[in-house]
Each structure stands twice: as C-alpha cells, then as structure tokens.
C-alpha cells in the first residue's frame, strides 16, 4: 500500500537542486489514477480537510516519495494562470476542488506512471530553485537566475492584459 504523508506545519517549501520540468495542476487530478492500494476515501478526506481549513492552506504532501507543494486558492474553484518568464507548455489551469499542486514529472511518474492528460495544467520547464505557497492561495518559485513562476489567486493579478490576450476570463 502506498504510504501517504501530509505535512501539517505549513511548511510550503521544496527545493529543487537541478533544472527539471514543474507540472502545475488542481491537486485532485494527480491522484485520480494512483493504484488501487492508495485508499480513494484517504485523499477525498485530505482534500476536504484542507478546504474545510481542518489541515493547514497550505503545505508538502508525501507519496510514494514524490513531493508535492499544495496551496487551498483564495476563492476557490476557477481558471488561473502560470505566469513565469521559463519556457512553459500551456498557459492556465482550471481548479474544480479549490487546491493547486506542484510537483516535478519526476515525482508525477512516481504517484502515476501512466499519466498522460497534460491537458489539465501547465508544464513549466528548467525550473531550479524553491517552489513554495502562501496562506493566502499564491505560488512562487525563484531562484538565484531570478527566473520566476508566480500563481496568483487571490485576484490581485487578474487585470493584467496578457490573461485576456485570448478572449480568457478569469474565473473565481
């Protein structure tokens, strides 16, 4: 059986020491394939903890020895953007149970080795520095290139131009 670990001290951040690919997606679709050793009702009651507020916004959860940086947005369910100046494949996400996940594909192919639907988020590439969450539903990831990654989902970010480039809306 897989072991699942969740990080309650609100420790929202994971170093990665080489350049690697970060896929950014709603936390419930990574584990919506996981073998059948994974109990379905352990990760729907982790789910609903958080949004609940019964575990911490934000946090690092274990599995299978993949990490993954996990943030509760600030208003829930929508279309948010990836915003990095990394080359990245996909531009938004739609989250449909208020929690965004980061973790690399390495770490993906750990929890999922068929996963296959990169539909649902966005891949940003060379990533090489800390990945972390703030209480408030934001991701940043830095390093000292000072190439970024920054979600947004507190709404502060939702008037840029380049997120209506396409006729998108941002949705909360």
Known sequence: MGKLKISITG????PIFK????FVVDLCFIFNNVPQSLNKDVVDKMIKDINQNKLERKGIIEYEGAKIVYTKTAYGNGFYYAD????????????????????????LKNIDPNFNN???GVI?????????ADENGNVFGSNNKNKTLEIWTE????????????????LN
């Open 11 to 14: 420790n929202a951040f994971l």
């Open 84 to 107: 990095t100046s990394l080359p990245k494949r996909g531009n938004g996400f739609m989250v449909s149970n208020g929690i965004i996940g980061l973790l690399t594909l390495d770490d």
């Open 19 to 22: 350049p690697t690919s970060v």
């Open 118 to 120: 990169w539909d649902i």
């Open 124 to 132: 940003i590439e060379n990533f090489e520095g800390v990945l972390s």
């Open 155 to 170: 709404g502060s970010q939702e008037n840029k131009p380049e997120y209506f480039e396409n006729n998108d809306e941002f």
